[in-house]
């Protein structure tokens, strides 16, 4: 069995061709779209967060209002980047987010991606120390908000306090018992999986990592999940860790789907370059009639080692269609690959 979500990029753009021209447009159709999904029996709304863009950008007024209207699938994000990130304030931010939800909250957080704008970090106000990079700093909150998410006293109260406080330090409030760990790690590299599994961290492992080996994307991303469950054996923690993956599929299943993705899916992976220095690895896309898909995806390996699959949707055209998305993986592929 595998759990099935969906993970929305959430772009909007003022054109006719768009069902999401607006912010508001791709909010509110974010919302729908969660308890559509929700209806049909899929187990995760996962949105992505990006700064400076015609995208989703603050994750928590989105994801308090998906737990409002729902009350089963699980609520996360694929990833926010931890340069931009006040962990005190965010850890309240996601305390009260999880409350509403009920604990379905499943957090994604990085070091990020490449920006619409240089050092972007900057303009929140945040800058590494000396001798950090911003990934380094990036880091160096995740492990803030992990410690303030145990909940534990840290803060010494004023003795002349407004209102009575209880004995002790004080914590962060709201405090969501459980929310440490359902915080996920996104990661493009076989080190950073390994931290993660190191600082107790689920893995969230996209659609591209480091090329660090030259071979298939999906052989390399397998590779990092064993690596992360091996490292998370030598860390000994108590729980069992949680690893996905997302994908681009589309199941062919009427005259629309062929329209849209008829020329099938990307047939092999793709090489580029995140900066100046990384090469990076991109994995391919599917698309074509629900039996030759199912044959298709029974040769990722690293689909197979994961527990959770994020099916990437192309949320700008709109609620009903992407809902269609969904329910033709649910319907025809899963089954017949036993992940339902």
Do not use: C
């Not at 106000?125 to 145990?150: I, K, N, S, W």
């Not at 793709?270 to 090469?279: A, N, P, V, Y």
């Not at 700008?316 to 329910?327: A, C, D, F, K, S």
């Amino acid at each position: 069995m595998k759990k099935i979500g969906f993970l929305s990029f959430g772009h909007w753009t003022p054109s006719s061709q768009s069902a999401t021209r607006s912010a508001q447009d791709v909010l509110l159709q974010s919302i729908d779209l969660a308890v559509a999904a929700e209806e049909l029996g899929a187990d995760g709304a996962y949105f992505r967060v990006h700064h400076f863009a015609r995208q989703l950008s603050s994750p928590f007024p989105l994801l308090a209002a998906v737990g409002a209207k729902t009350s089963r699938i699980e609520i996360g994000t694929g990833v926010i980047d931890m340069r931009y990130e006040n962990p005190f304030y965010m850890a309240e931010d996601a305390g009260a987010a999880d409350l509403i939800a009920g604990g379905r909250l499943q957090l994604g957080i990085s070091r990020g991606s490449p920006e619409q704008v240089i050092e972007g970090w900057r303009h929140f106000g945040y800058a590494p120390q000396q001798g950090e990079t911003d990934a380094d700093m990036g880091r160096r909150h995740t492990e803030t908000l992990l410690e303030v998410l145990r909940g534990e006293g840290f803060a010494k109260p004023n003795p002349q306090p407004m209102f009575p406080n209880p004995p002790g330090l004080l914590r962060l409030e709201p405090f969501s018992e459980g929310l440490r760990e359902r915080i996920w790690w996104g990661s493009g590299s076989n080190a950073t999986a390994e931290w993660a599994a190191k600082m107790g961290m689920n893995l969230q492992s996209s659609t591209l990592k480091d090329d660090e080996t030259g071979e298939p994307f999906h052989i390399q991303q397998a590779k990092q999940i064993r690596a992360y469950r091996e490292a998370w054996k030598a860390a000994g923690h108590n729980r069992e860790p949680r690893v996905s993956v997302s994908r681009s599929i589309f199941a062919l299943v009427n005259e629309m789907d062929r329209a849209y993705f008829g020329r099938g899916g990307q047939e092999g992976d793709s090489i580029g370059f995140l900066d100046e220095k990384t090469r990076a690895i991109f994995g391919r896309s599917y698309a074509g009639e629900p039996d030759a898909l199912v044959k298709q995806l029974e040769k990722d390996e690293a689909i197979a080692e994961a527990d959770t699959l994020l099916l990437t949707v192309p949320n700008q055209l709109g609620v009903e269609y992407n809902v269609h998305v969904i329910e033709s993986i649910l319907k025809h592929v899963a089954p017949a690959l036993g992940w339902r």
